[in-house]
């Protein structure tokens, strides 16, 4: 079976500094990796997503994620954080079936 | 595109009341899904569809809770009799697995209250 484990539920990080939000995944067989993220009172959006080819991704306000088989990770990092960034960030996996299993989210605090 | 419709937005209600959840997927979409999100369980996926039909509906609270699709741009999600516990967002999320896309997408929510 698949699970995701997002080990902080919550990350606080100063204005500009940069920031990690950590991701570890487990399945048996090939997975597609997501990160949704939810500002407040919003649904969620997709952020970026990894399907295949290079392991290296990026979205296009500055966050990037890498696909690190041999650890099952794909965490998500910015260099340089913004107070628009404020949000709870969700990384899912599938096995290209129809469901996505979602982890438990990490709530974002940017500090002024 | 419109993008997933869900109505209400919010929805205040009385304990024992029977509330519905409306939902509209994305054209085309043929997967469906309904996701419940409180601070204390966070994101838990209720059910979900596959060309109008219910392929696992494993995380239905109880039978209080009922889904339907009767076509391929409308479901319902609904709650008979509500209780207080059930408060919480509703998102409903539509995806085209057929595509080699995977990606679902979300509704709005709808925010219920029991009182």
């Known amino acids: 079976a698949q699970s995701v484990t997002q080990l902080d539920s919550q990350v606080p990080v100063f204005e500009e500094a940069p920031v990690e939000l950590r991701c570890n995944y487990s399945?048996?067989?090939?997975?597609?990796l997501f990160w949704y993220v939810q500002y407040p009172n919003q649904g969620l959006q997709l952020l970026l997503k990894y399907l295949s080819g290079s392991t290296l991704v990026e979205s296009i306000n500055g966050f990037e994620a890498e696909f690190n088989k041999s650890q099952t990770s794909f965490h998500l990092r910015k260099p340089s954080v913004h107070i628009s960034d404020t949000a709870e960030y969700f990384c899912?996996?599938?096995?290209?079936?129809?469901?996505?299993?979602f982890g438990k989210g990490t709530r974002l605090h940017i500090l002024p | 595109d419109a993008g997933v419709i869900q109505s209400p937005r919010h929805e205040v209600t009385e304990m024992g009341q029977e509330v519905t959840l409306r939902c509209k997927p994305i054209s085309g979409h043929n997967s469906l899904f309904w996701y419940r999100q409180t601070m204390m369980r966070g994101l838990e996926l209720l059910i979900y569809?596959?060309?109008?039909?219910?392929?696992?509906d494993s995380g239905m609270p109880e039978d209080r809770f009922s889904a339907k699709m009767p076509n391929a741009s409308f479901s319902t999600l609904k709650i008979q009799p509500s209780e207080p516990r059930d408060s919480a967002v509703y998102f409903c999320?539509?995806?085209?697995?057929?595509?080699?896309?995977?990606?679902?997408?979300f509704g709005p929510g709808t925010r219920l209250t029991v009182t």
């Open positions: 899912a996996v599938s096995d290209g079936r129809d469901k996505i299993i």
């Open positions: 569809f596959n060309n109008n039909v219910p392929i696992d």
């Open positions: 999320a539509s995806s085209l697995p057929s595509s080699g896309n995977y990606e679902q997408y």
């Open positions: 399945s048996s067989v090939s997975v597609y």
